[in-house]
């Protein structure tokens, strides 16, 4: 039975690697002779093709209702912006990668793209200027260097429908440095272009355009938010010091325990910047979102609640007033009452021991936003 099994295993398996059933990821090459030149190329395309399926989305979005769509150009204008600046690292380091080589042998290096083809051959250099070359040409250069231009012109005519259309680019920074966020775009460049060079000088230059960076960040301050510019000088600390951590590691493989304390720093200096995004995302969404803000505050009432049904269910007499409040109300009572003796009118006294009675209770009104007593003269006014 078990020689059967085996004779059966063995006639699935080589029907299976004679078929063609299975498609692997060499199988997809295109017109291309390599599969890796084939994805360089579909990278070349990605952008304009999704493009094109956003446009095709608000076409549709604006022929089911015109009314939710006011101003379909500047709708598509602000997303073509976002798809080109979130595809701009891929972009870079795909370009850049094509130019890349890895050494085989002692006297042998290839293309990193594809190890078949030979560095700096023919075929190589004809896939480089082909397709590599207009990646960085159009979409890693052209593209933002027309959005910088386009967002200047703006700033300067004070057009205020093309500021709106590049908010997405300037939220958050002063109006004299609307354009950090390109040299953000230049850094990232900088730092693909790195890839480029040998594994000690790669870490070197890429540890040198942070510090840059840094030094820029520390002396223009380009954010109107602090917690914003201490985020990026913490990310930019991060960066600087996975980078140190790694020329270290590099040069010390061998040292067990060393490597444990530099991936050790590598995980705390992270964290810590993670935290802190994570902190200012939740900020900003409680602050914008009106669904988040209403979950907050929903929870912070019922919370107050809570804390209002203890302290009546344990202490009854908590909110009631000392004997030195009592004494004063009376007095202040009293005062009243005798500038209203001369008119005798009930209502008047009546309200004169209001009056008094609730300038004594200035000191304890409740702010449900805190869950606590406050001197707000201004809740005081509100209540009553």
């Given at each position: 039975m078990s020689l059967l099994l085996y004779k059966l295993s063995k006639i699935i398996n080589s029907t299976l690697s004679k078929s063609k059933l299975i498609c692997t990821d060499s199988d997809i090459k295109g017109p291309?002779?390599?599969?890796?030149?084939?994805?360089?190329?579909?990278?070349?395309?990605?952008?304009?093709?999704?493009?094109?399926?956003?446009?095709?989305?608000?076409?549709?979005?604006?022929?089911?209702n015109k009314n939710w769509v006011k101003d379909i150009k500047r709708n598509l204008t602000i997303s073509f912006i976002s798809i080109v600046f979130i595809l701009h690292p891929k972009l870079t380091?795909?370009?850049?990668?094509?130019?890349?080589?890895?050494?085989?042998?002692?006297?042998?290096?290839?293309?990193?793209?594809?190890?078949?083809?030979?560095?700096?051959?023919g075929t190589h250099l004809k896939w480089c200027f082909l397709i590599a070359v207009p990646i960085l040409a159009t979409w890693v250069i052209t593209l933002p260097i027309i959005g910088l231009v386009l967002l200047y012109r703006a700033r300067k005519s004070k057009n205020t429908k093309m500021l709106e259309t590049f908010l997405i680019l300037y939220q958050g920074l002063k109006d004299d440095i609307f354009y950090w966020e390109f040299v953000n775009t230049l850094r990232k460049i900088f730092i693909a272009i790195s890839f480029l060079f040998p594994i000690n000088y790669k870490i070197g230059f890429a540890i040198i355009v942070m510090i840059v960076s840094e030094r820029l960040e520390r002396r223009l301050k380009p954010y109107k938010s602090d917690e914003h510019t201490n985020a990026y000088l913490l990310s930019t600390t991060a960066g600087i010091t996975t980078l140190n951590a790694g020329y270290v590691y590099e040069q010390n493989e061998n040292i067990s325990h060393l490597n444990f304390l530099i991936l050790l720093v590598i995980i705390v200096i992270?964290?810590?910047?993670?935290?802190?995004?994570?902190?200012?995302?939740?900020?900003?969404?409680?602050?914008?979102?009106?669904?988040?803000?209403?979950?907050?505050?929903?929870?912070?009432?019922?919370?107050?609640?809570?804390?209002?049904?203890?302290?009546?269910?344990?202490?009854?007499?908590?909110?009631?007033?000392?004997?030195?409040?009592?004494?004063?109300?009376?007095?202040?009572?009293?005062?009243?009452?005798?500038?209203?003796?001369?008119?005798?009118?009930?209502?008047?006294?009546?309200?004169?021991?209001?009056?008094?009675?609730?300038?004594?209770?200035r000191d304890l009104v409740y702010n449900p936003g805190s869950c606590s007593l406050s001197n707000n003269r201004e809740n005081f006014s509100e209540t009553y």
């Open positions: 291309f002779n390599s599969n890796s030149v084939f994805k360089l190329f579909l990278m070349l395309l990605l952008p304009i093709a999704i493009c094109l399926i956003v446009l095709l989305i608000w076409l549709f979005v604006m022929i089911i380091e795909s370009s850049i990668n094509a130019f890349r080589c890895v050494k085989i042998d002692d006297h042998m290096y290839s293309a990193r793209i594809d190890t078949d083809i030979d560095c700096y051959s992270n964290t810590m910047f993670m935290l802190e995004w994570l902190y200012l995302c939740l900020k900003c969404f409680r602050q914008k979102s009106k669904i988040i803000g209403y979950a907050f505050s929903l929870v912070s009432k019922i919370l107050c609640k809570k804390v209002k049904k203890t302290e009546t269910e344990e202490e009854p007499e908590a909110i009631q007033q000392p004997k030195e409040q009592k004494k004063s109300r009376k007095k202040k009572i009293r005062k009243i009452r005798s500038k209203y003796k001369k008119k005798g009118s009930k209502m008047i006294r009546k309200k004169a021991t209001e009056q008094a009675y609730y300038t004594t209770q």
